[in-house]
Protein backbone atom coordinates (compact mmCIF):
# COMPACT_ATOMS: atom_id res chain seq x y z
CA UNK A 1 0.00 0.00 0.00
CA UNK A 2 1.42 3.55 -1.30
CA UNK A 3 0.18 5.41 2.05
CA UNK A 4 1.26 3.19 4.68
CA UNK A 5 1.82 3.90 8.05
CA UNK A 6 5.38 4.97 7.35
CA UNK A 7 5.01 7.53 4.76
CA UNK A 8 1.96 9.55 6.67
CA UNK A 9 4.07 9.24 9.63
CA UNK A 10 7.39 10.74 7.64
CA UNK A 11 5.01 13.66 6.09
CA UNK A 12 3.12 14.44 8.80
CA UNK A 13 6.35 14.41 11.02
CA UNK A 14 8.26 16.97 8.58
CA UNK A 15 5.01 19.40 8.34
CA UNK A 16 5.34 19.07 12.56
CA UNK A 17 8.84 19.72 12.49
CA UNK A 18 8.75 22.90 10.09
CA UNK A 19 6.03 24.33 11.41
CA UNK A 20 7.98 24.28 14.74
CA UNK A 21 11.30 25.00 13.70
CA UNK A 22 9.52 27.99 11.63
CA UNK A 23 8.03 28.94 14.75
CA UNK A 24 10.85 28.98 16.68
CA UNK A 25 13.62 30.73 14.00
CA UNK A 26 11.04 33.69 14.82
CA UNK A 27 12.57 33.98 18.36
CA UNK A 28 15.51 35.82 18.41
CA UNK A 29 18.46 34.97 19.40
CA UNK A 30 18.35 30.94 18.26
CA UNK A 31 21.14 29.57 16.57
CA UNK A 32 21.07 27.58 13.48
CA UNK A 33 22.46 24.73 15.35
CA UNK A 34 19.41 24.93 18.12
CA UNK A 35 17.02 25.11 15.40
CA UNK A 36 18.34 22.15 13.27
CA UNK A 37 18.67 19.97 16.96
CA UNK A 38 14.65 21.74 17.44
CA UNK A 39 14.11 20.31 13.83
CA UNK A 40 15.18 16.86 14.20
CA UNK A 41 13.73 16.22 17.59
CA UNK A 42 9.99 17.43 16.76
CA UNK A 43 11.01 15.19 13.57
CA UNK A 44 12.19 12.45 15.59
CA UNK A 45 9.27 12.27 18.54
CA UNK A 46 6.60 13.28 16.08
CA UNK A 47 7.61 10.27 13.34
CA UNK A 48 7.74 8.11 16.43
CA UNK A 49 4.24 9.14 17.66
CA UNK A 50 2.15 9.39 14.42
CA UNK A 51 3.87 5.94 13.05
CA UNK A 52 3.23 3.80 16.20
CA UNK A 53 -0.03 5.28 16.95
CA UNK A 54 -1.26 4.53 13.09
CA UNK A 55 0.90 1.26 12.34
CA UNK A 56 -0.62 -0.50 15.65
CA UNK A 57 -3.95 1.35 16.28
CA UNK A 58 -4.93 1.50 12.54
CA UNK A 59 -3.39 0.10 9.96
CA UNK A 60 -2.39 -3.33 11.02
CA UNK A 61 -6.52 -3.23 12.13
CA UNK A 62 -7.62 -1.93 8.66
CA UNK A 63 -5.23 -5.12 7.32
CA UNK A 64 -6.68 -7.55 9.71
CA UNK A 65 -10.82 -6.38 8.23
CA UNK A 66 -9.04 -6.76 4.86
CA UNK A 67 -7.84 -10.58 5.28
CA UNK A 68 -11.03 -11.88 7.20
CA UNK A 69 -13.35 -10.02 4.05
CA UNK A 70 -10.74 -11.58 1.84
CA UNK A 71 -11.05 -15.33 3.66
CA UNK A 72 -14.98 -14.63 3.44
CA UNK A 73 -15.10 -14.15 0.36
CA UNK A 74 -13.15 -16.84 -0.54
CA UNK A 75 -15.87 -18.76 1.78
CA UNK A 76 -12.92 -20.27 3.87
CA UNK A 77 -14.35 -19.95 7.74
CA UNK A 78 -11.65 -22.17 9.74
CA UNK A 79 -10.59 -19.52 11.32
CA UNK A 80 -11.17 -18.37 14.77
CA UNK A 81 -12.22 -15.05 16.48
CA UNK A 82 -8.59 -14.23 17.87
CA UNK A 83 -9.47 -11.26 19.98
CA UNK A 84 -9.77 -12.45 23.48
CA UNK A 85 -12.26 -10.00 25.40
CA UNK A 86 -13.98 -7.07 24.05
CA UNK A 87 -11.42 -4.31 22.89
CA UNK A 88 -11.46 -0.61 23.57
CA UNK A 89 -9.80 0.38 19.87
CA UNK A 90 -13.13 0.39 17.93
CA UNK A 91 -11.51 -0.76 14.66
CA UNK A 92 -10.28 -3.98 16.28
CA UNK A 93 -13.81 -4.26 17.91
CA UNK A 94 -14.97 -3.83 14.35
CA UNK A 95 -12.80 -6.64 13.47
CA UNK A 96 -14.15 -8.83 16.33
CA UNK A 97 -17.67 -8.25 15.33
CA UNK A 98 -16.89 -9.21 11.73
CA UNK A 99 -15.27 -12.44 13.20
CA UNK A 100 -18.35 -13.24 15.32
CA UNK A 101 -20.91 -12.89 13.01
CA UNK A 102 -18.60 -14.84 9.95
CA UNK A 103 -18.61 -17.96 12.23
CA UNK A 104 -22.13 -17.49 13.53
CA UNK A 105 -23.10 -17.75 10.03
CA UNK A 106 -20.44 -20.36 9.85
CA UNK A 107 -22.86 -22.85 12.03
CA UNK A 108 -26.12 -21.68 10.82
CA UNK A 109 -24.56 -22.42 7.10
CA UNK A 110 -23.26 -26.07 8.35
CA UNK A 111 -26.12 -27.02 10.26
CA UNK A 112 -28.57 -25.98 7.42
CA UNK A 113 -26.48 -28.18 5.44
CA UNK A 114 -26.56 -31.07 7.89
CA UNK A 115 -30.15 -30.36 8.24
CA UNK A 116 -30.69 -31.00 4.29
CA UNK A 117 -28.13 -34.10 4.23
CA UNK A 118 -30.66 -35.25 7.03
CA UNK A 119 -33.71 -34.41 5.49
CA UNK A 120 -32.71 -36.25 2.26
CA UNK A 121 -31.13 -39.29 4.39
CA UNK A 122 -34.81 -39.58 5.95
CA UNK A 123 -37.04 -39.16 2.42
CA UNK A 124 -34.59 -41.76 1.03
CA UNK A 125 -35.11 -44.14 4.18
CA UNK A 126 -38.88 -43.35 4.72
CA UNK A 127 -39.78 -44.63 1.05
CA UNK A 128 -37.30 -47.62 1.45
CA UNK A 129 -39.06 -48.63 4.29
CA UNK A 130 -42.73 -47.96 2.80
CA UNK A 131 -41.91 -49.71 -0.14
CA UNK A 132 -41.42 -52.94 1.23
CA UNK A 133 -44.42 -53.48 2.83
CA UNK A 134 -46.15 -52.28 -0.20
CA UNK A 135 -44.76 -53.97 -2.66
CA UNK A 136 -45.33 -57.02 -1.19
CA UNK A 137 -48.96 -56.55 -0.35
CA UNK A 138 -49.58 -55.65 -3.91
CA UNK A 139 -47.50 -58.87 -5.21
CA UNK A 140 -50.01 -60.87 -3.39
CA UNK A 141 -53.16 -59.92 -4.24
CA UNK A 142 -51.98 -59.14 -8.00
CA UNK A 143 -51.42 -62.96 -7.94
CA UNK A 144 -54.42 -63.67 -6.30
CA UNK A 145 -56.29 -61.18 -8.98
CA UNK A 146 -54.36 -63.17 -11.86
CA UNK A 147 -56.08 -66.51 -10.94
CA UNK A 148 -54.78 -67.53 -7.92
CA UNK A 149 -57.86 -66.46 -6.37
CA UNK A 150 -60.23 -69.52 -7.40
CA UNK A 151 -57.58 -71.62 -5.41
CA UNK A 152 -59.32 -71.81 -2.18
CA UNK A 153 -56.31 -72.68 0.08
CA UNK A 154 -54.24 -70.02 -1.54
CA UNK A 155 -56.34 -67.59 -1.34
CA UNK A 156 -56.13 -67.33 2.31
CA UNK A 157 -52.71 -67.91 2.37
CA UNK A 158 -52.32 -64.79 0.27
CA UNK A 159 -54.62 -62.83 1.77
CA UNK A 160 -53.35 -63.48 5.10
CA UNK A 161 -49.88 -62.41 4.03
CA UNK A 162 -50.89 -59.08 2.44
CA UNK A 163 -52.93 -58.25 5.49
CA UNK A 164 -49.24 -59.08 7.68
CA UNK A 165 -47.57 -57.09 5.25
CA UNK A 166 -50.35 -54.11 5.12
CA UNK A 167 -50.12 -54.76 9.11
CA UNK A 168 -46.80 -53.91 9.18
CA UNK A 169 -47.18 -50.68 7.25
CA UNK A 170 -49.63 -49.43 9.38
CA UNK A 171 -46.83 -50.01 12.13
CA UNK A 172 -44.73 -48.51 10.80
CA UNK A 173 -46.77 -45.19 9.60
CA UNK A 174 -47.51 -45.05 13.38
CA UNK A 175 -43.98 -44.99 14.83
CA UNK A 176 -43.44 -42.61 11.98
CA UNK A 177 -45.92 -40.52 13.39
CA UNK A 178 -45.38 -41.08 17.11
CA UNK A 179 -41.98 -39.51 16.11
CA UNK A 180 -42.61 -37.00 14.41
CA UNK A 181 -45.24 -35.53 16.79
CA UNK A 182 -42.28 -36.31 19.57
CA UNK A 183 -40.43 -34.35 17.64
CA UNK A 184 -41.98 -30.95 17.16
CA UNK A 185 -43.34 -30.98 20.79
CA UNK A 186 -47.16 -31.70 19.95
CA UNK A 187 -47.25 -35.22 21.90
CA UNK A 188 -47.74 -33.77 25.50
CA UNK A 189 -47.19 -36.19 28.33
CA UNK A 190 -49.73 -37.19 30.71
CA UNK A 191 -47.66 -37.08 34.18
CA UNK A 192 -49.30 -39.67 37.05
CA UNK A 193 -48.22 -41.51 39.50
CA UNK A 194 -48.12 -45.00 38.90
CA UNK A 195 -46.83 -48.03 39.79
CA UNK A 196 -43.80 -49.00 37.59
CA UNK A 197 -43.45 -52.67 38.44
CA UNK A 198 -46.91 -53.20 37.97
CA UNK A 199 -45.81 -51.91 34.07
CA UNK A 200 -42.95 -53.74 33.94
CA UNK A 201 -44.91 -57.04 34.91
CA UNK A 202 -47.80 -55.99 32.22
CA UNK A 203 -45.03 -55.34 29.01
CA UNK A 204 -43.13 -59.02 30.71
CA UNK A 205 -46.55 -60.73 30.25
CA UNK A 206 -47.06 -59.32 26.95
CA UNK A 207 -44.11 -60.33 25.27
CA UNK A 208 -43.02 -63.61 27.41
CA UNK A 209 -44.52 -66.13 24.16
CA UNK A 210 -42.14 -64.33 22.11
CA UNK A 211 -38.99 -65.26 24.67
CA UNK A 212 -40.41 -68.42 25.54
CA UNK A 213 -40.21 -68.87 21.24
CA UNK A 214 -36.59 -68.47 21.27
CA UNK A 215 -36.28 -69.79 24.97
CA UNK A 216 -35.43 -67.19 26.10
CA UNK A 217 -35.58 -67.08 29.91
CA UNK A 218 -37.05 -62.99 31.60
CA UNK A 219 -36.23 -62.36 35.24
CA UNK A 220 -36.43 -59.64 37.37
CA UNK A 221 -33.41 -58.84 39.95
CA UNK A 222 -33.65 -60.44 43.36
CA UNK A 223 -33.98 -56.50 45.09
CA UNK A 224 -36.79 -55.72 42.60
CA UNK A 225 -39.23 -54.24 45.15
CA UNK A 226 -42.50 -55.33 45.00
CA UNK A 227 -44.40 -51.65 44.04
CA UNK A 228 -42.04 -48.41 43.08
CA UNK A 229 -44.12 -45.45 42.33
CA UNK A 230 -42.97 -42.88 39.57
CA UNK A 231 -44.13 -39.46 38.50
CA UNK A 232 -44.36 -39.96 34.42
CA UNK A 233 -46.17 -40.91 31.52
CA UNK A 234 -47.78 -43.95 32.22
CA UNK A 235 -48.45 -45.31 28.36
CA UNK A 236 -45.51 -43.60 27.14
CA UNK A 237 -43.27 -45.16 29.51
CA UNK A 238 -44.90 -48.76 28.99
CA UNK A 239 -43.51 -47.63 25.18
CA UNK A 240 -40.48 -47.39 26.33
CA UNK A 241 -39.74 -50.25 28.85
CA UNK A 242 -41.55 -52.64 25.87
CA UNK A 243 -39.24 -51.51 22.86
CA UNK A 244 -36.20 -51.93 25.27
CA UNK A 245 -37.25 -55.28 26.43
CA UNK A 246 -38.60 -56.29 22.68
CA UNK A 247 -34.97 -55.29 21.28
CA UNK A 248 -33.35 -57.73 24.48
CA UNK A 249 -35.76 -60.58 22.71
CA UNK A 250 -35.25 -59.55 19.37
CA UNK A 251 -31.26 -59.17 19.12
CA UNK A 252 -30.11 -62.59 21.10
CA UNK A 253 -27.54 -64.32 20.16
CA UNK A 254 -28.70 -67.00 17.19
CA UNK A 255 -27.35 -70.01 17.87
CA UNK A 256 -25.81 -70.08 21.33
CA UNK A 257 -24.92 -73.00 24.31
CA UNK A 258 -25.58 -70.96 26.80
CA UNK A 259 -29.50 -70.16 27.99
CA UNK A 260 -30.09 -66.84 26.79
CA UNK A 261 -31.75 -64.48 29.36
CA UNK A 262 -33.03 -60.98 29.48
CA UNK A 263 -33.28 -59.20 33.05
CA UNK A 264 -34.86 -55.90 34.49
CA UNK A 265 -33.13 -54.48 37.43
CA UNK A 266 -35.04 -51.15 39.46
CA UNK A 267 -32.63 -49.60 41.99
CA UNK A 268 -34.72 -46.67 43.87
CA UNK A 269 -32.41 -43.74 44.83
CA UNK A 270 -33.02 -40.37 46.49
CA UNK A 271 -35.51 -38.96 44.32
CA UNK A 272 -34.72 -41.00 41.08
CA UNK A 273 -35.24 -44.55 39.88
CA UNK A 274 -33.73 -46.52 37.70
CA UNK A 275 -34.33 -48.88 35.24
CA UNK A 276 -32.44 -51.46 33.39
CA UNK A 277 -33.30 -53.59 30.67
CA UNK A 278 -29.56 -56.22 30.58
CA UNK A 279 -29.48 -59.04 28.12
CA UNK A 280 -26.76 -61.72 26.93
CA UNK A 281 -27.15 -60.79 23.43
CA UNK A 282 -25.13 -60.10 20.50
CA UNK A 283 -23.90 -56.70 21.54
CA UNK A 284 -23.69 -53.58 19.55
CA UNK A 285 -20.09 -52.69 18.42
CA UNK A 286 -18.81 -49.48 19.88
CA UNK A 287 -19.00 -47.77 17.15
CA UNK A 288 -23.02 -48.20 16.52
CA UNK A 289 -23.22 -47.20 19.85
CA UNK A 290 -24.43 -43.51 19.56
CA UNK A 291 -25.76 -43.93 15.90
CA UNK A 292 -28.35 -46.69 17.14
CA UNK A 293 -30.91 -44.04 18.60
CA UNK A 294 -31.11 -42.13 15.04
CA UNK A 295 -34.19 -42.82 13.16
CA UNK A 296 -34.11 -45.76 10.96
CA UNK A 297 -30.70 -46.90 12.18
CA UNK A 298 -29.80 -50.54 12.51
CA UNK A 299 -26.89 -51.96 13.06
CA UNK A 300 -26.67 -55.05 10.40
CA UNK A 301 -29.32 -53.40 8.15
CA UNK A 302 -30.17 -57.01 6.89
CA UNK A 303 -30.30 -59.06 9.77
CA UNK A 304 -32.40 -56.91 11.48
CA UNK A 305 -34.65 -56.30 8.39
CA UNK A 306 -35.24 -59.94 8.76
CA UNK A 307 -36.64 -59.47 12.29
CA UNK A 308 -39.17 -56.99 10.81
CA UNK A 309 -36.95 -53.91 12.84
CA UNK A 310 -37.55 -50.61 10.95
CA UNK A 311 -35.00 -48.85 13.62
CA UNK A 312 -37.21 -46.52 15.17
CA UNK A 313 -37.89 -48.29 18.37
CA UNK A 314 -35.27 -46.44 19.82
CA UNK A 315 -35.49 -43.12 18.33
CA UNK A 316 -39.17 -43.21 20.05
CA UNK A 317 -37.38 -44.47 23.48
CA UNK A 318 -34.93 -41.32 22.73
CA UNK A 319 -37.45 -38.67 22.26
CA UNK A 320 -39.90 -39.96 24.98
CA UNK A 321 -37.20 -39.79 27.98
CA UNK A 322 -36.06 -36.59 27.08
CA UNK A 323 -39.32 -35.36 27.20
CA UNK A 324 -39.25 -36.35 30.65
CA UNK A 325 -35.99 -34.59 31.04
CA UNK A 326 -34.27 -37.81 31.62
CA UNK A 327 -31.81 -39.99 28.89
CA UNK A 328 -30.96 -43.30 28.27
CA UNK A 329 -27.82 -45.06 28.23
CA UNK A 330 -26.41 -48.20 26.56
CA UNK A 331 -23.50 -50.04 27.71
CA UNK A 332 -22.83 -52.88 25.04
CA UNK A 333 -19.87 -55.63 24.55
CA UNK A 334 -20.04 -57.64 21.31
CA UNK A 335 -20.78 -61.07 21.97
CA UNK A 336 -21.80 -60.37 25.53
CA UNK A 337 -24.91 -58.37 25.85
CA UNK A 338 -26.13 -54.77 26.24
CA UNK A 339 -27.82 -52.81 29.08
CA UNK A 340 -30.16 -50.25 28.17
CA UNK A 341 -31.37 -48.05 31.29
CA UNK A 342 -33.03 -44.77 32.47
CA UNK A 343 -34.06 -43.12 34.99
CA UNK A 344 -37.14 -41.60 36.42
CA UNK A 345 -38.62 -39.60 38.79
CA UNK A 346 -40.01 -40.71 42.27
CA UNK A 347 -43.27 -40.21 43.99
CA UNK A 348 -42.65 -37.79 46.68
CA UNK A 349 -42.28 -40.05 50.48
CA UNK A 350 -44.80 -37.32 51.60
CA UNK A 351 -47.41 -38.83 49.14
CA UNK A 352 -50.45 -40.33 49.77
CA UNK A 353 -52.24 -42.39 52.63
CA UNK A 354 -53.10 -46.39 51.82
CA UNK A 355 -56.79 -44.98 50.89
CA UNK A 356 -55.12 -41.78 48.23
CA UNK A 357 -53.28 -44.44 47.15
CA UNK A 358 -55.74 -45.94 45.65
CA UNK A 359 -57.98 -43.21 44.93
CA UNK A 360 -54.56 -43.10 42.38
CA UNK A 361 -54.55 -46.12 40.96
CA UNK A 362 -57.63 -45.64 39.80
CA UNK A 363 -57.29 -42.23 38.56
CA UNK A 364 -54.56 -43.34 36.63
CA UNK A 365 -56.19 -46.35 35.17
N1 LIG B 1 -30.52 -55.20 23.12
C1 LIG B 1 -29.90 -55.08 21.94
N2 LIG B 1 -28.89 -55.91 21.59
C2 LIG B 1 -28.25 -55.76 20.42
N3 LIG B 1 -28.54 -54.84 19.50
C3 LIG B 1 -29.53 -53.98 19.78
C4 LIG B 1 -30.26 -54.04 21.00
N4 LIG B 1 -31.17 -53.04 21.00
C5 LIG B 1 -31.01 -52.40 19.82
N5 LIG B 1 -30.04 -52.96 19.08
C6 LIG B 1 -29.57 -52.49 17.75
O1 LIG B 1 -29.99 -51.16 17.58
C7 LIG B 1 -30.74 -51.03 16.39
C8 LIG B 1 -31.83 -49.99 16.57
O2 LIG B 1 -32.83 -50.47 17.45
P1 LIG B 1 -34.31 -49.97 17.29
O3 LIG B 1 -35.12 -50.54 18.39
O4 LIG B 1 -34.27 -48.49 17.14
O5 LIG B 1 -34.74 -50.54 15.89
P2 LIG B 1 -35.27 -51.96 15.47
O6 LIG B 1 -35.42 -52.84 16.66
O7 LIG B 1 -34.39 -52.43 14.37
O8 LIG B 1 -36.68 -51.62 14.87
P3 LIG B 1 -38.05 -51.27 15.63
O9 LIG B 1 -37.73 -51.15 17.08
O10 LIG B 1 -38.46 -49.98 15.01
O11 LIG B 1 -38.94 -52.40 15.32
C9 LIG B 1 -31.28 -52.42 16.09
O12 LIG B 1 -31.49 -52.60 14.72
C10 LIG B 1 -30.17 -53.30 16.62
O13 LIG B 1 -29.20 -53.47 15.64
MG1 LIG C 1 -36.53 -52.12 18.36
Redesign the pocket.
Known amino acids: MLLNARAVAILLAVCIATITTAFLSLTEGVSQMALLVAFMLAFGSSYLLTFITLEFFIFREINRIYEVLNKLREQEYAFTDEGAGPSSNPLKRINQEIYSYASDKQREIEELKRMAAFRREFLADVSHELKTPIFAAQGYIYTLLDGAVKDKTVRTKFLKKAAKSLDGLD??VQ?LLTLSQLEIGQIKMHYVYFDLIRIIRDVCDQVEGKAEKKEIVLRFDANMPEQLWVWADKQRIHQVIM??I???I???KEESEEPSWVEIKVEEGRHRVKVS?S?N????PQE?LNR??????????S???G???????????KHILEAHKSRVE?K?VVGE??T?SFKLKKKKEVAAKPAEKQELIKKDE
Open positions: LLDNLSNAKYSVDGRGIHIFERFYRVEKRSKSGGTGLGLAIVVSGSF
